[in-house]
């Protein structure tokens, strides 16, 4: 099985914290699509025949795309691969954008899941976000879709936000539970350098919230998510009974995926490539024949690395058996060398053959991991 992912990097402006690739130049998007689909018609061969199983576009905002450019990528999509065995299609979208007639139009394509990108449902916090959407506009979208039948939904919210109390907090996750949406990304905010927020925090503008608060917004959130009845299955994401993410939950799981477009990741077991981080150069060398990307090949202890630092952050935990039948039995035994202080003091548990973070540990998580990784 493999998965296949799209970025699709057009915003009609960027967030204030955000650092992934994107642009706002919304001309280019008819070139784009059109280079999309190129690369997808050149690199199909790219899985090796394996079956794909999920699709996710990603951004970006996907859903600055028109359905009339989804319906063109997806006939591409089609007429590469056998979709046969395609379980969860994918779509970032921002709630702004999913007005009737646009939800309208998603219906007549084979997306089943949607992903959008709510972060608060406190205006305060958007304004200064710089989000497009109100509260009111993030729920209406919600319930638009789920009238339209479009139930698979997933929602982000941020927490650690500058100014963020834990009543504000706790009226989030409030608000979340009452849509009934069947999945929740939540993310500590990270202040990334050269984003607008970094600028903010550099000139004191605003304060990045304390370890202390972090900690009891975390608490929060896993204690209100888990009485609600959503299933902590990874550090960030939470979900009703059988409705994770399958095409997040198979990069933690070391599952080979395509990615097509500027700037996104490929990976097939000993390697992985990616495109170049900028539209212009990504049409041209698609346009030219001559894609624009770079290459690594993952050696032992890449790969082992890798291993644990997914595995460790979902519920299911690092299997040691599958560990030592892949990686040997040195890197078995330093794994569990490295991971016995971590044991003692509780951070770490092991139930039968399985090392898992406990609750305390996630709270510590790049600390357990970095001292597990081989250097």
Same mark, same amino acid.
């Given at each position: 099985m493999a998965g296949l992912y799209l970025h699709i990097p057009f915003c009609k402006k960027r967030c204030i914290y955000c650092d992934f690739y994107s642009t706002t130049r919304e001309e280019m998007k008819r070139r784009y699509v059109e280079a999309l689909c190129k690369e997808l018609e050149t690199r199909k061969g790219y899985l090796q025949g394996e079956p794909l199983t999920t699709i996710y576009l990603g951004g970006g905002t996907p859903s600055q795309l028109? @359905? $009339?450019e989804l319906e063109l990528i997806f006939n591409t999509i089609a007429y590469c691969f056998d979709l046969s065995k395609v379980e969860e299609i994918t779509l970032e979208a921002n709630p702004d954008d999913l007005t009737p007639d646009y939800v309208k139009g998603? =219906? $007549?394509?084979?997306?089943? =899941?949607?992903?959008?990108?709510?972060?608060s449902f406190d205006d305060g916090m958007l304004r200064l976000l710089n989000r497009r959407h109100t509260a009111q506009e993030a729920m209406e979208a919600v319930n638009r879709c789920q009238q339209a039948g479009l139930? =698979?939904?997933?929602?982000?919210?941020?927490? /650690?936000?500058?100014? $963020?109390?834990e009543e504000l907090w706790e009226r989030d996750l409030a608000q979340a539970i009452a849509l009934g949406v069947e999945h929740i990304s939540a993310y500590h905010l990270s202040i990334e350098e050269g984003t607008p927020l970094h600028r903010l925090l550099q000139s004191h503008r605003v304060e990045e919230a304390n370890e202390e608060l972090s900690v009891r917004l975390f608490e929060r959130l896993t204690t209100t998510l888990t009485a609600a009845g959503y299933q902590h299955y990874e550090i960030s994401n939470f979900a009703l009974p059988g409705c994770h993410s399958r095409h &997040?939950?198979?990069?933690?799981? /070391? %599952? @080979?995926?395509l990615g097509c477009g500027a700037a996104a990741h490929s990976f097939h #077991?000993?390697?992985?490539?990616?495109? %170049?981080?900028?539209?212009?150069r990504y049409i041209e060398g698609i346009c030219q024949g001559r894609r624009n990307y770079e290459e690594e090949q993952l050696d032992l202890y890449t790969?082992?690395?890798?291993? %644990?630092?997914?595995?460790?952050?979902? =519920?299911?935990?690092?299997?040691? @058996?599958q560990l030592k039948a892949e990686?040997?039995?040195?890197?078995? &035994?330093?794994?569990?060398?490295m991971a016995r202080p971590h044991?003692?003091? #509780? %951070?770490?548990? $092991?139930? /039968?053959d399985t090392l898992r973070l406990s609750h305390q540990g996630i709270l510590v998580s790049n600390d357990i991991l970095s001292d597990l990784m081989f250097v």
């Open positions: 028109s @359905p $009339q998603l =219906r $007549q394509l084979p997306i089943n =899941r949607l992903s959008m990108g709510i972060q139930q =698979r939904l997933s929602i982000d919210l941020m927490y /650690g936000l500058p100014n $963020q109390t &997040n939950s198979s990069y933690w799981e /070391g %599952v @080979p995926y #077991g000993n390697s992985r490539e990616w495109n %170049v981080a900028s539209i212009d790969r082992y690395n890798e291993r %644990v630092m997914t595995a460790l952050r979902t =519920r299911h935990g690092l299997s040691l @058996p990686f040997g039995q040195e890197l078995h &035994n330093y794994c569990l060398r044991l003692l003091t #509780g %951070v770490l548990e $092991q139930e /039968g």
